[in-house]
């Protein structure tokens, strides 16, 4: 059900005006600005956004992947507000705090102990960052130094920091910093959607992970770490894969003495049907990234976890063998709190098992939906679902987004790509409504015949 529209005597035009002033937009070409204004959004309830004006639209991408319960969700709310009375923030170096403590013990629970620390961080780049960082030292500290490379899947997306651009592999965002980075060592991805005639997923699966164990066949003693996104490539297009990549990535980085990172960025806190994608292949990787959803979708946070074998190997009296990587926000008590909340809620509500219900709810209904259109690849893991568009012309990926604006969405495809990724708080009625929506930003999308020759597409994401 929609929540009641509550107007704000602010204009829309006026804010959007100020904010191409003033704000420089991420993953944003500005000279698009004016021709794709920024949408005003005041306020947020449930899966529901409504702009200075009172619209609404529904949060069909989750605001970025990240929100997992619903804008302002009261139980979130309150935990946060009992936190801002006691503790907003104090530095971790050389302090600690319960919601700190507390969040990395319920995250090592979840894996059963087998990741026992958490190194706290702000955003998912920076968790790259330090998985990245920590996997090159432990092996320096094992006298290996020599073990300084790092092995990614093609079209993988890992963050735009310099570090995480180096072992991410979109070239708009990695192109234009080349000369900056160091290169990574780059193999077939699993996607899918690559499968050859005859081939099941696993077959494709596979075939990938052949690739990989002949470079690492090869190169192992320059090889530190392995890095993939379980189970879905989200920036690549919602690739796609099956868990037995996932279990022969697993076994190749045993055999050759090669660490194991999850980037669960995007995929983590449930999103692929699972808390952790991971488990969903019976696996545990040596360190494993998450942010985005981790604080509910509320605050800045990420964490990277990391066995206690991998932990030890830095206790040393030699500041050099330490790891002294910090952030001045790092442990965020606020941020933390708000995680606890969240997974209170997994709990409190048995999210995972009713997201199951819900997940196929909404691949039925797209599924029927798009029968007779040019459409490919309808795929779900989970929460995501996605499909391609055939023939999606010239500046699909904006075309789309406005297009869905008008029907009260807010969704931004990948390339040709169009994915569902709803908050956990949607409902039957919602589902229906964002199925309806995205069928009817389909049609109008189709309706037009741009004039732009030359013109490029940008995956918005």
Not at 67 to 86: C, E, M, S, V, Y
Not at 224 to 233: F, H, R, S, T
Not at 250 to 260: I, N, P, Q, S
Not at 350 to 371: D, H, P, V
């Amino acid at each position: 059900m929609l929540p009641t529209d509550v107007s704000s005597p602010s204009s829309s035009a006026d804010l959007q005006q100020r904010s191409r002033r003033h704000v420089w937009h991420p993953c944003t070409q500005s000279i698009r600005l004016e021709a794709v204004p920024p949408l005003p959004i005041a306020r947020g309830e449930g899966v529901w956004l409504f702009d200075q004006e009172g619209r609404h639209y529904m949060d069909a991408t989750s605001s970025w992947w990240v929100n997992l319960f619903g804008h302002a969700h009261p139980a979130i709310n309150a935990a946060l507000k009992r936190q801002l009375d006691t503790l907003p923030h104090v530095m971790l170096a050389g302090c600690t705090h319960e919601p700190a403590v507390e969040l990395a013990q319920r995250l090592s629970g979840l894996t059963g102990g087998v990741l026992g620390h958490c190194f706290y961080a702000s955003d998912g780049a920076s968790a790259v960052e330090i998985a990245l960082k920590m996997s090159f030292h432990f092996w320096r500290n094992a006298g290996r130094g020599d073990k300084r490379r790092f092995v990614a899947i093609r079209h993988g997306y890992h963050g735009e920091t310099l570090g995480a651009l180096h072992v991410t592999d979109v070239p708009v965002f990695r192109d234009a910093y080349a000369p900056l980075l160091a290169d990574s060592l780059l193999v077939a991805s699993p996607d899918a959607r690559n499968a050859a005639a005859g081939e099941s997923e696993a077959d494709a699966a596979r075939r990938a992970a052949a690739e990989l164990e002949a470079v690492l066949a090869e190169q192992h003693g320059t090889i530190a770490a392995v890095i993939v996104e379980p189970l879905v490539q989200c920036a690549a297009g919602m690739a796609m894969h099956d868990p037995e990549y996932l279990r022969c990535v697993r076994a190749l980085c045993d055999r050759y003495g090669v660490h194991l990172i999850a980037d669960e960025i995007a995929v983590g806190c449930g999103r692929t049907g699972t808390f952790f994608a991971c488990e969903q292949a019976g696996i545990w990787p040596d360190f494993a990234c998450l942010s985005k959803g981790i604080s509910g979708g509320y605050l800045p946070l990420a964490l990277v976890m990391t066995r206690d074998a991998i932990h030890d190997a830095f206790i040393d009296d030699d500041a050099t063998r330490s790891f002294l990587h910090s952030h001045s926000y790092t442990g965020n008590a606020l941020a933390c709190r708000a995680a606890l909340a969240t997974l209170d809620l997994f709990e409190a509500e048995n999210a995972l098992q009713r997201n199951q219900g819900r997940a196929a709810r909404l691949l039925e209904r797209l599924r029927k939906g798009l029968e007779g259109r040019e459409m490919e690849h309808l795929r779900q893991r989970g929460m995501i679902t996605a499909f391609d568009v055939r023939e999606p012309g010239v500046r699909f990926a904006e075309r789309f987004h406005l297009a869905a604006r008008a029907q009260g969405l807010l969704m931004r495809s990948i390339g040709n790509t169009v994915y569902l990724m709803p908050p956990y708080a949607i409902g039957d009625d919602e589902i229906d409504l964002l199925v309806d929506g995205t069928l009817a930003t389909l049609d109008a999308v189709a309706a037009t015949n741009p004039k732009m020759e030359g013109a490029r597409d940008v995956a918005l994401a």
